[in-house]
Structure formats: structure tokens, C-alpha cells
């Protein structure tokens, strides 16, 4: 049986334009790209009072779970892994602020993953991603390229806090900041000169330079045994301390979150990907199946909740647009169950220049933004400059949605707007106002 015509059959790569070692290739880069997940996930739950090694194990798990389904049943070339910042809340808001114990605090994880799963099965998600107005829509997917550039400027040092000006310029005498400036530089010089495969030698070629120059610490060891993960744990955390308004608060947040953050991320995706039908709407029925079931599955298993992962643009604009790149992330996630410490070496200054190229790539979908229909403009704007300072997807959403619909009620033009938009605008001003307040 011929294997590669049978991939190419099973995942339509020819008929998306592609072939099998683009998708690879743009598995490969993904993987790389997301790779800090494994450790910052596993450090987040660590501070919750959970096992460390247990959440480095389940936080993989999880991805191969969840990547596999998007490889396999939506065959759609993106990765998933549990969301940033709503691993934040799960820890800092639930367990340290709230004082729910960790099994309480998966029992919402849990609730929230059935909610959200309904909804996706039911139809409503794919409803609501289709009534979101076409500029609004490239809006969002430009705030998402620049909301990743952020996180990686900060993640590398570039970008600091700051006690006056919230943020301001790292410290460039840093040899992990010179590092990440040179990926960048590096990354965007060989992308410039259009050399195939420049956002993968940028980070490989920083990897390499820091280690040599002692920046990055050579893996002492190539293998790690993984240690079991905390399964059925959630049966613990059925207390009476979750039948209050409060937990409820806490559970309607989850959903809402993973909601906006997940289909904005697969809107993104599916953008850039090309995956679109003569209306213009983002085929992703499946895609939001699999990511609304992998986050009912991350309660189980005693992860934080799981979602599309943003930085599956760094693939796709290398090409991929196929489930095989899914598949590929999928089996480097299952390797790194026991060779972790040679995955660890890429860290946060070798993927800072890729984290660039994509963000400037996904800007480019703001030529396709009315700018001269006013409430649009005011809409985008919001959009992408609460993604970056809320440091939150589905912020920046909300005030975009809530900001176009005003600006349309105020303009005389409310027939325009869908009905389930000003839904929408309602049930992100009860979230602003009465979620996140109370909690």
C-alpha cells in the first residue's frame, strides 16, 4: 500500500495545495513554537499546590489528545494545549484567590468543558463565528498576531514590566535578551531573503548559539520517565464549597473564556490557512467539536482547560494546511513524554523571531478592514488594543463586539447588525460587569 498517497487522500493535502513534507515541516515549527507550554503550564499548576511532574505529564497528555483529534477527526492543521492565561485563572484567581482546592478547581474545568462542548455540538458557536462581520473578523485576526508578537517580546525580556509605564524595554546587557534580539534579527534576515525553511534555522541556529555561549544549559540527561498524571481527581473536589453563586461565577467565566479565546484562534487559523467557503465563513465545524471535547477531557485527566493554540500560525504560514501537520505535533509531543530535557532547550529567546514573522503576516488582514465605515474602525481598534493590554483573546473580543454594536445603535444603522450580535454585546457587558467583578 502506498503510504503517502494514502496521507495524501486521508488529509486532502494535494487538494489544499500542499504536500507531505510542507506539513511536516510546518508540524515541526508549531511544535517548536509551543513547545513552552510543557513547562510553564506544569510550573503554573505547581503553585496551585499540584505536583509538578504529575502537570508536566498531564499538560502533555492533553496536547497529544487534543492534536490528535484536530489531526484526525477536523483534520485541520492546528495544535492544541492548555490555554495561557486561563491556566493563570485556574491558579492565581480559583485556587490561590478564591480558595477552592485543586480538585474543586478541576470540577469547574470539568463543568465548563461539557458546557462549552454543547454549545459546539449544538451548532450555536459556528452560528456566532458566522455573524461576526468580515472586517471585524480580519480585525480579530490581526489583534491575535500582534497580541502573539507581545507574548513573545515578553516572554524573551524584550518587553518588562514596569511599576510607571506597566511595560518598558527589558534589559538589553542581558545575555538572554542579546539572544532573543539575535534570533529576531536572524530569523528576519533568512525570511527576507526568502530561504525555505528561515523560521525553523532561526530558531535552531539560536538554540545552537546558546548553548555554546552558555545562555541555554545543555540537557544533562537526553530521557525522562513521565510520571502519571492526576486522573479522576476531579472526584474529590465534589464538596459543598461548589454549590455556591460563587463557583458558578467561576464555571460561566471558564466557559466564556474558552469560548472566545478557542474560536478566535481557529477564526485566525482558518484565515490564514485559506479554509473558507464562497461566503467567506471559516470552515471549522469540526475543528470547534474537537477543541470544545478536548477541554471536558482536561478536567478528567487533572489539566488546566485545553484550546487551539494560536501559535499554530507559525506553521501555517509556512504552509501547512492539513491535520497531517496536527499529526506531526501530536508525535513530537508524545516523544517529548520522555525526552523533554532536549526539548527544553528551545526556550522562549529561539522562537521570539518566529512569534514576529507570524504576527506581521496575520496583520496583513487589516487591508481587508472597512476603515472608512467609522463604527469598524472603532471596533478593530478596541479589538486589538485590549487583546494586547487585557493580555486576554477573549477581552479584546468582548470590547470589540460591544464597541460595534453602540457605535451602529448610534449611527442609525442597527438593522444592519445581526441579532445574535447584540446578544452577544449583552452577554460580554453581564461578563465585564457581574463575572468579572465578582470574582
Do not use: H
Not at 452560528?127 to 507574548?151: E, M, W, Y
Not at 513573545?152 to 535578551?177: H, K, M, R, W
Not at 507570524?358 to 478596541?382: E, F, H, N, R, Y
Amino acid at each position: 500500500m502506498d503510504a503517502a498517497g494514502a496521507l495524501d487522500r486521508f488529509f486532502e493535502i494535494t487538494k489544499r495545495g500542499s504536500d507531505i513534507r510542507t506539513e511536516v515541516k510546518g508540524g515541526v515549527l508549531i511544535f517548536l513554537a509551543m513547545a513552552y507550554i510543557i513547562v510553564v503550564n506544569s510550573s503554573m499548576m505547581a503553585d496551585a499546590g499540584m505536583d509538578q511532574s504529575a502537570c508536566y505529564t498531564a499538560t502533555i497528555v492533553m496536547s497529544i489528545i487534543g492534536t490528535l483529534l484536530m489531526a484526525l477527526y477536523a483534520r485541520y492543521p492546528v495544535a492544541q494545549a492548555p490555554l495561557m492565561g486561563v491556566n493563570a485563572f485556574f491558579t492565581y484567581t480559583i485556587i490561590i484567590g478564591l480558595q477552592y482546592t485543586w480538585q474543586e478547581a478541576l470540577v469547574a474545568v470539568l463543568i465548563s468543558g461539557v458546557i462549552f462542548f454543547l454549545i459546539a455540538v449544538s451548532g450555536v458557536r459556528k452560528k456566532v463565528l458566522d455573524q461576526i462581520p468580515p472586517s471585524l473578523r480580519f480585525g480579530i485576526t490581526a489583534g491575535i498576531g500582534c497580541f502573539i508578537v507581545f507574548i513573545g517580546l515578553q516572554n524573551a525580556g524584550i518587553i518588562v514590566n514596569s511599576d510607571s509605564t506597566l511595560v518598558a524595554l527589558g534589559e538589553f546587557s542581558s545575555p538572554p535578551v542579546i539572544l532573543a534580539l539575535f534570533c529576531i534579527l536572524l530569523t528576519l534576515f533568512l525570511y527576507a531573503r526568502k530561504v525555505t525553511g528561515a523560521i525553523f534555522f532561526g530558531m535552531i541556529v539560536t538554540a545552537v548559539v546558546g548553548m555554546v555561549f552558555g545562555i541555554i544549559a545543555v540537557p544533562d540527561s537526553l530521557v525522562s520517565l513521565p510520571v502519571m498524571p492526576e486522573v479522576g481527581a476531579f472526584v474529590d473536589g465534589f464538596t459543598s464549597d461548589i454549590l455556591s453563586v460563587e463557583f458558578l461565577m467561576v464555571v460561566i467565566s471558564l466557559t466564556f473564556v474558552q469560548f472566545f479565546d478557542s474560536t478566535g484562534t481557529l477564526m485566525a487559523t482558518g484565515e490564514r490557512a485559506g479554509i473558507i467557503d464562497e461566503d467567506g465563513n471559516v470552515q471549522c465545524e469540526k475543528a470547534m467539536i474537537a477543541d470544545s471535547a478536548t477541554s471536558v477531557i482536561s478536567g478528567i485527566v487533572g489539566a488546566t482547560p485545553t484550546g487551539s493554540f494560536a501559535e499554530s500560525t507559525v506553521g501555517i504560514e509556512a504552509g501547512a494546511r492539513t491535520g497531517l501537520a496536527s499529526l506531526t505535533v501530536a508525535a513530537l509531543f508524545a516523544v517529548a513524554l520522555f525526552v523533554g530535557p532536549v526539548f527544553q532547550v528551545v526556550d522562549y529567546s529561539c522562537t521570539v523571531g518566529a512569534m514576529l514573522i507570524v504576527g506581521a503576516a496575520m496583520i496583513t488582514q487589516l487591508k481587508g478592514v472597512k476603515w472608512d465605515d467609522w463604527p469598524v474602525a472603532v471596533a478593530v481598534l478596541a479589538t486589538i488594543i485590549m487583546m494586547i493590554l487585557t493580555y486576554s483573546i477573549t477581552d479584546g473580543i468582548v470590547f470589540g463586539i460591544i464597541f460595534y454594536s453602540v457605535c451602529m445603535i448610534g449611527a442609525n444603522r442597527w438593522k444592519e447588525v445581526s441579532p445574535i450580535i447584540y446578544a452577544l454585546a449583552v452577554i460580554s457587558l453581564l461578563y465585564l460587569i457581574v463575572v468579572v467583578a465578582a470574582l
